[in-house]
């Protein structure tokens, strides 16, 4: 008995999304709330989607988080967690999330659930000095009943040309 084009796509589908991502936390994420559906009035399949508009998608986070004690904030726009994660996951060119960005957040801060001890991780930028140092603290959503870990690391970024340096703006009759 072989299976129809629909389980097939179907099929097809969630192993795209599972190839995707290293890690199985986030290509289940995607897959349970945008993955592949079949529309069975039509008799088609509606491929996974691959741009979600932000306030979709945080509740589809959040409510994928849940299991593991991390709850919606009473006020969003003044939580700083729900800020950092805005910031983080919204791709600037189309104003939404899209999977590609998520695979970025996936390879800039690993795995979406930290075992042990489990811990959700956001970290936001917190500080950038005028010695061009950036430093980012971890800030994380612990689970319950399970110690967390702090990290802080620093990424020295490269010297940057203001209007004040003098190698700015070159004439064109000016020497080298």
């Not at 289940?28 to 993955?35: A, M, S, Y």
């Not at 039509?42 to 996974?48: F, K, L, N």
Request: proline share 10%; hydrophobic share 40%; net charge negative.
């Amino acid at each position: 008995d072989r299976p129809d084009f629909i389980e097939i796509a179907m099929g097809l589908d969630d192993c795209l999304i599972s190839t995707l991502f290293k890690d199985e936390e986030y290509a289940t994420f995607w897959k349970q709330f945008w993955g592949a559906r079949i529309i069975h009035q039509e008799r088609r399949v509606q491929p996974a989607k691959e741009i979600i508009p932000w306030p979709t998608f945080v509740r589809g986070l959040y409510d994928y988080l849940k299991s593991y004690g991390v709850s919606f904030p009473d006020n969003p726009e003044s939580d700083l967690y729900y800020l950092c994660l805005k910031v983080i996951m919204i791709d600037p060119k189309l104003d939404a999330v899209s999977i590609e960005r998520l695979l970025l957040v996936e390879k800039w801060f690993g795995p979406l659930i930290q075992a042990p001890p489990q811990t959700v991780v956001i970290t936001p930028i917190t500080s950038l000095d005028s010695s061009q140092s950036l430093t980012i603290e971890n800030l994380s959503l612990t689970l319950p009943n399970v110690p967390s870990q702090t990290l802080t690391p620093t990424i020295n970024l490269p010297t940057l040309n203001t209007p004040s340096s003098p190698s700015f703006i070159k004439s064109p009759t000016s020497k080298q």
